[in-house]
């Protein structure tokens, strides 16, 4: 008692004492009911203990292979047991090494950032362990603020208590944002690597390991040297605590890493691409872009590349036949350390297109110049290369194109392109190209431009003539035709006195097929043409219809052309097969549209028969040349003065249709054809869609025709009663028939 008295005196005797004394209980209480209170303010876990990532929408062809994403993150959801247990390890390591003992916070390391705070300047230092850096990603900003400090450690232990220490790893690491819009680790292995998760090297997985930290500051693709530095630094913490060795890190730090470069590569499928995503968000709104959507197409991959590196080499050769038009810009180029910075802002005005390179001219003399590209390679050119240069200045912004090992000067293509193909059969498109490139210009070529077909009309014209009993021997004049002021001419300029229906749209004979309009009259011309799923209100009623003067889309002719090798049935083009949510279920499936009967299958076959030969004796034939096969059946298509050149054809498993010509209709040159530019695009897409397909030709139907002398007719039209011959005398007739041919001496209904 006398103790505590004189203790309790002492006390009353140095108030300042029993102040200082009391401090700590204080400081503990108040920070007890802040806590308290700040508890009860902490946001609900429902964003973790039901964990929905937000995942981009992705765009896949119909055998498996990515085509485009959307969405503001880049996020691969992988389960914790499916992520490598040396990244699990090597992240723990670097960041929680007690991620699996601790209840979310790590005290020792708290008060030694603490101490570090009081006793030095700068920016706070903390103690983050993984829960509270989830935390923190997830519910609060990275401001370096005590209050928000405190808030993140309360929210930590609220998650240690609500979810498992492996449900917390697994959501950090494919949660936490690793640079360049990737966000998770296995996002961030694709971005940087191409790879997945299970195929990284140590030295990838150190890279990785290391961004957390600071993912912009050491981001691979803009700061590779820091990137490396702090690699090396999580390879001396890995051999440290033993996961590795020391040769092991050695080796690492050595090993060269192959980032990928932020090039903007014209994607193989993006107008496709963007037709699904409009499709996605009219049906499932912005949702769309962070559910995790997985859009399965009727792409295929391989058939789709083909198509689009086909029309892309068209443009560029067109371009090359085209005057050089000179830079597209010069930027003033300081010759000190603002080069750099000088440089940038050229690239960033006129980015890369794809295989076509950016460069800027750094200086040349007689014998070499020297250019520079974005990605910072340097190059030079010499002798005929250096043409297009003369009298340019440094800092000229150009385009180069790398053919073999060699650089040459390019020029961005002005025409634009699109390609179509699709199953005959059920309309399923494989390949679908809207242009040249699609940041460049987001018009769908391919769907949305109403071009003329010119020549590529004419088989709806003869396969309106043979349903009314024409044959592949009926003749009609090929003379000069006059109707008031229209004088048409043959494309090639040369005149005989007949050709029969094969030979005429062989050789693509203008007057021929205006002679076979006319007999028919515009109005049933026209009439028929819609059977095809042409517009007929687009088509025009008078005998300019024969020239393909009308309008179409390129996927409508792919629809229509495929009508001859499927029995005359139409299909209708469709694109999405099917939409899987994140969890892989099918939340979406189509019913594709099912063919309609757009012409007899007797019709079909019998104008198939001529299409053949013009893919083997005709304007065509350089198709089954350049593919090696019989059984194609295609026709080219050029407008006058070369506004617009067309292939369009088909085999009997795929049908398509190429369309070349200038976004503002003008002239492609006095020496382009659809021959020339569309026919070797869609060969060159034929060949991968056909590859390894036997030969097979389109077979004539069970019943309807007869066969005479090798020529096919409708079984009523047969002999006497199919049409001989039209805009043709009996007697110029028999002297223009060069074998004995069925049919009457007189024209037929009016022909």
């Excluded at 998650?159 to 917390?168: C, G, T, V, W």
């Excluded at 440290?240 to 060269?256: C, H, M, N």
């Excluded at 309309?427 to 949305?448: C, H, K, W």
């Excluded at 066969?707 to 047969?718: I, K, M, R, T, V």
Aim: proline share 5%.
């Amino acid at each position: 008692m006398l103790r505590r008295s004189a203790l309790a005196q002492a006390l009353l005797g140095r108030p300042w004492l029993l102040a200082l004394l009391g401090l700590p209980f204080v400081l503990v209480l108040v920070g007890a009911i802040v806590a308290l209170f700040l508890w009860q303010q902490l946001p609900a876990l429902d964003a973790l203990t039901d964990y929905q990532p937000h995942q981009p929408l992705r765009v896949m062809s119909a055998d498996g292979q990515l085509l485009g994403e959307f969405g503001a993150e880049r996020r691969r959801f992988v389960p914790l047991k499916d992520i490598p247990k040396p990244l699990q390890d090597a992240l723990l390591a670097v960041e929680d090494a007690d991620f699996y003992e601790h209840s979310g916070l790590d005290f020792g390391g708290i008060v030694r950032a603490m101490f570090r705070n009081l006793t030095h300047r700068g920016p706070l230092h903390g103690a983050s362990t993984i829960t509270q850096q989830l935390a923190r990603d997830t519910y609060l900003t990275k401001e370096q603020r005590w209050s928000r400090k405190i808030v993140e450690a309360l929210l930590a232990i609220k998650m240690e208590r609500a979810l498992s220490k492996e449900q917390i790893l697994e959501i950090y690491m494919n949660q936490i944002f690793l640079g360049n819009r990737a966000y998770g680790f296995a996002a961030a292995s694709e971005r940087y690597y191409g790879k997945s998760l299970d195929q990284l090297n140590t030295a990838e997985i150190a890279l990785l390991v290391g961004l957390p930290k600071n993912p912009m500051g050491f981001n691979p693709v803009q700061n590779l040297g820091r990137a490396k530095r702090r690699q090396a630094v999580v390879l001396e913490r890995l051999a440290a605590v033993g996961l590795i060795s020391a040769e092991q890190a050695k080796a690492a730090r050595e090993q060269p890493l192959d980032i990928l470069r932020p090039k903007r590569l014209a994607g193989i499928a993006d107008h496709a691409a963007e037709q699904v995503r409009q499709e996605m968000l009219t049906r499932f709104g912005e949702e769309a872009y962070t559910r995790g959507l997985t859009v399965t197409t009727t792409l295929l991959y391989a058939e789709q590349a083909a198509a689009q590196e086909a029309l892309r080499h068209a443009l560029f050769e067109l371009e090359r036949r085209q005057p050089f038009r000179g830079p597209e810009a010069t930027v003033e180029l300081p010759m000190g350390d603002d080069l750099d910075e000088a440089l940038d802002a050229a690239f960033d005005a006129h980015p890369d297109l794809g295989e076509l390179r950016t460069a800027v001219l750094l200086g040349q003399d007689k014998s070499a110049a020297q250019l520079v590209l974005g990605d910072g390679e340097r190059i030079t050119l010499k002798g005929a290369a250096l043409r297009p240069l003369q009298n340019l200045k440094r800092g000229a912004v150009l385009r180069v194109l790398e053919s073999g090992k060699q650089w040459q000067i390019s020029q961005t293509p002005q025409a634009e392109g699109a390609v179509v193909t699709l199953d005959p059969a059920t309309g399923a498109i494989r390949a679908l190209v809207g242009g040249f490139d699609f940041a460049r210009n987001q018009f769908n070529s391919a769907t949305q431009a109403w071009r003329q077909p010119g020549s590529a009309f004419k088989p709806f014209i003869y396969s309106a003539l043979i349903e009314q009993g024409g044959w592949a021997g009926t003749l009609v004049s090929d003379q000069p035709f006059e109707q008031g002021d229209w004088a048409p001419r043959n494309y090639d300029g040369q005149y005989e006195e007949a050709l029969t229906l094969r030979q005429a749209l062989a050789k693509s004979k203008n007057m021929v097929t205006i002679r076979i309009a006319q007999a028919l009259g515009p109005e049933r011309a026209r009439a028929w043409a819609a059977r095809f799923g042409l517009d007929e209100d687009k088509q025009p009623l008078n005998l300019t219809i024969a020239l393909g003067t009308g309008s179409v889309t390129p996927l409508q002719m792919a629809q229509a052309y495929a009508a001859f090798a499927n029995q005359g049935q139409l299909p209708t083009g469709w694109l999405i097969q099917r939409v899987q949510d994140a969890q892989g279920e099918i939340i979406w499936k189509a019913d594709p549209p099912k063919p309609r009967q757009a012409i007899s299958a007797r019709n079909a076959f019998m104008t198939s028969q001529l299409l053949a030969a013009v893919a083997r004796e005709g304007t065509a034939a350089r198709a089954s040349a350049l593919l090696g096969r019989w059984d194609l059946y295609g026709k080219t298509g050029t407008t006058n003065d070369a506004v617009d050149a067309w292939f369009c054809g088909f085999q009997a498993s795929r049908a398509g249709a190429v369309w070349i010509g200038y976004p503002q209709p003008k002239s492609l040159g006095e020496r382009e054809s659809g021959g020339g530019l569309a026919l070797p695009v869609w060969a060159a897409t034929m060949a991968v869609a056909l590859k390894g397909q036997p030969n097979t030709q389109i077979e004539p139907p069970a019943e309807g025709l007869v066969q005479q002398d090798g020529n096919w007719f409708y079984s009523e039209f047969a002999g006497d009663l199919a049409i001989a011959r039209i805009g043709l005398p009996a007697a110029a007739a028999e002297d223009a028939a060069s074998a004995p041919e069925a049919g009457s001496s007189e024209p037929l209904r009016g022909y």
